[in-house]
């Protein structure tokens, strides 16, 4: 009981009182204890496991401490281990949560659907939901050989769980689809179809691939067309083995998968992973789910791991690019930003063919402010692409930035104008284009207008906001400016440029002090080189700067120059 008690005091500990605690090679159980919150606390979940598992070692009689190894085994991977840490810990009485889920998904890599479903129909509470346990008692079912009962089951429940019935129906069409029940299985999937379409949201891209997989396993290569005219994505080409559900182990794989999905986009990546982890035991080869893997881990934080897992997506179809794009991002994202961009070059090289690489790898090289560079690898999409099109506005106007910081306005001008044309109320553009205008003193009639529109647009955003104030300044506005300027220092106050336009408006109405104040703030917030003598010559003589002699005599004194 002692060191039961000791386990609950040490996880009171705040993380920032723990690192004193943290060696190297923990010996002792507090030590080994210590150094699993620290690890885990700061997303290691390898070193915790190992760090807790050791500590589980010196004290065998806490449950607690084997769940929790179990559960850090699991999110890294090592679905064998957890599985047998499971079992042993469903003898000794426990159910908490994954524990039944993981004996669940155990039975169906076994093929024991039979116990799978004994499992599930367990009387009192298994700890998982309900929709979980609906979807894996309909997949036991059709792995026993009762295909209408798990088809019935899953209909039954779509019928009381409207905010869930497009993936209850989805599921009992991929049931009755892979046990070639051809004719159920169109029911249902034009079924899943209505009931996502009723929604009035997007259609997830998941279930317009299904769908339009089916049709063209039928060879209704017009009605799969159409179908997939219902979603915003891309696809892979569909062929009869690209079939995404075979088998029952393959469709709870699949109901797992979507739940991983549906957590990732609720960002809370731990159950996401502990999900995805479950659906890989039982289809370690599925792209798309290695690749949900890798974007977990990388919206984590874990940017290291998040290349390693990108590295393991199969290569087949548009992964072959996509996953390397974004193991080069993970590579941006931890900061080794050299490395980073080698390898998007390296990828350039692999895809020949593939816009997006080159479109990937100009995004980077502006993030890094090599613009110039960035101009020649948006001009390699634009080789790729062959033309430009409405879809391409972006493109446009990625390139008409790049093309601004090269210095090489007109060209730039020309490229914004034309991302307007098909982005017409885009706010980043009318914003972007508007602002150079203003700062330019060019086309002020419609620059004012611009920005005027990109503020109703995304009223919230302090640079847009900015934008509007730079150009009530310009216009000589200069109380109006203030106003304006003042609520963009409230959304962006660390930012040096609407510092110093603030400053710059403070000055024009009279309010010398609170000028100079926002000038010398501008100045600690990093502005760019180039703006640094510019701000200073203000904070000696003000927004007309100093005059040529006053500026010949500061030099001569030994200030500045």
């Known amino acids: 009981m002692r060191r039961l008690h000791l386990i609950f005091v040490l996880s009171a500990l705040s993380v920032a009182s723990l690192t004193t605690f943290a060696v190297a090679s923990p010996t002792g159980f507090a030590s080994a204890y210590l150094s699993g919150l ?98 894996a008692k309909a997949w036991s079912q059709a792995g026993v050989g009762d295909v209408d009962v798990g088809v019935k089951t899953l209909t039954d429940a779509a019928k009381t769980k409207p905010d ?17 029940r051809v004719d159920v299985a169109r029911w249902l999937y034009e079924e899943a179809l209505a009931a996502a379409e009723s929604k009035k949201r997007a259609v997830s891209p998941r279930l317009i691939r299904a769908v339009s ?19 915003n994505s891309a696809f892979e080409p569909s062929t009869p083995e690209n079939q995404l559900v075979t088998s029952p182990s393959d469709g709870f794989a699949e109901a797992l998968f979507n739940f991983a999905g549906s957590l990732y986009g609720d960002r809370q990546y731990t159950q996401a992973l502990t999900y995805a982890r479950l659906s890989e035991s039982l289809r370690p080869n599925d792209p798309s789910l290695r690749f949900t893997i890798a974007q977990i881990l990388e919206a984590s934080g874990r940017y290291s791991e998040a290349v390693k897992a990108y590295e393991m997506v199969p290569k087949v179809g548009s992964y072959a690019w996509r996953s390397g794009v974004r193991a080069a991002e993970s590579l941006a994202e931890s900061g080794d930003n050299q490395r980073a961009v080698q390898a998007m070059r390296n990828l350039l090289i692999a895809e020949p063919e593939e816009p997006q ?20 690898a948006y001009d390699e999409a634009i080789r790729r692409k062959g033309s430009l099109g409405e879809d391409d506005g972006w493109l446009r106007y990625a390139r008409g930035v790049a093309l601004d910081r090269s210095g090489r306005w007109r060209e730039a001008e020309e490229e914004f104008l034309a991302s307007l044309a098909s ?67 409230e959304m962006q106050p660390v930012d040096p440029v609407i510092n110093e336009h603030l400053g710059d408006a403070y000055w024009q109405v009279g309010r010398l002090r609170e000028a100079r104040f926002q000038w010398r703030r501008a100045l600690s917030f990093e502005p760019e080189e180039k703006q640094i003598p510019i701000i200073e010559e203000k904070l000696k003589c003000g927004v007309k700067g100093c005059p040529a002699a006053a500026i010949k005599s500061d030099k001569q004194n030994g200030n500045g120059g």
């Not at 019935?165 to 009755?176: E, V």
């Open 38 to 135: 620290i690890a885990e606390q700061r997303g290691e979940t390898g070193i915790a496991s190992n760090y807790f598992a050791t500590a589980w070692g010196l004290v065998p009689e806490t449950p607690m401490l084997q769940r929790r190894v179990m559960r850090l085994q699991l999110i890294e991977g090592g679905f064998q281990e957890a599985a047998d840490a499971a079992e042993a810990l469903a003898d000794a009485g426990d159910d908490n949560f994954p524990i039944p889920l993981i004996r669940i998904v155990n039975c169906f890599r076994r093929g024991d659907f039979e116990g799978a479903l004994k499992l599930v129909n367990e009387p009192g509470p298994n700890r998982i939901s309900s929709v979980v346990a609906i979807l």
């Open 164 to 180: 869930l019935d497009t993936l209850l129906l989805l599921h009992a069409a991929f049931l009755a689809d892979q046990a070639g």
């Open 213 to 231: 997989d089916f049709f063209e396993r039928l060879d209704m290569s017009n009605t799969a067309a159409e179908v997939r005219a219902k979603g």
């Open 357 to 376: 690489v080159a479109i990937a790898l100009g995004h980077m090289l502006r993030a890094n402010n090599n613009f110039s560079e960035a101009v020649e």
């Open 423 to 489: 982005l017409a109320e885009e706010p980043l553009i009318l914003n972007y284009l508007g602002y150079s205008w203003i700062d330019r003193g060019e086309n002020l009639e419609r620059a004012y207008a611009m920005v005027t529109r990109a503020v109703e647009l995304r009223p919230n955003d302090g640079f847009i906001r900015d934008s509007l104030g730079w150009a009530e300044y310009r216009t000589g506005d200069y109380e109006k400016a203030v106003a304006t300027l003042e609520r963009a220092i």
